[in-house]
């Protein structure tokens, strides 16, 4: 064993070289991970959003081509909802009325907030 990797052996021999992971200060700084089970529950959660909102957020996460052209949106962190709310309107006005625009919207942001 040369000299570093004994200096490295004994820096985490050391309790202060660790962080205090159960104090919520350094739980906030940690990215938390879903557990199999919690992954579930979100699938689950889901599959109970109506099509329309399953819909929305497919054009969120997987914008399709004419999306951007017709926009003009050049990556998913300038979608707004007023700009969704506008390309659902252009590819279907008879079907996406404002009304159901609003709905559809209000039931992904009851979904995110249940997830958070």
Known sequence: MNATNLCYAMEAYKAESYLPIHEPVVQNLCPSVASPEDELLIEERYQLLSKDAKYVI????????????????????????????????????????????REAFFEIKAFLKEEG
């Open 58 to 101: 497919d054009i969120v996460l997987n914008p399709p081509e004419q999306l951007n052209r017709r926009l003009q949106i050049k990556n998913r962190k300038s979608l707004s909802q007023e700009k969704l709310t506008e390309f659902l309107r252009l590819i279907n006005p008879a079907y996406w009325k404002f009304r159901k625009i």
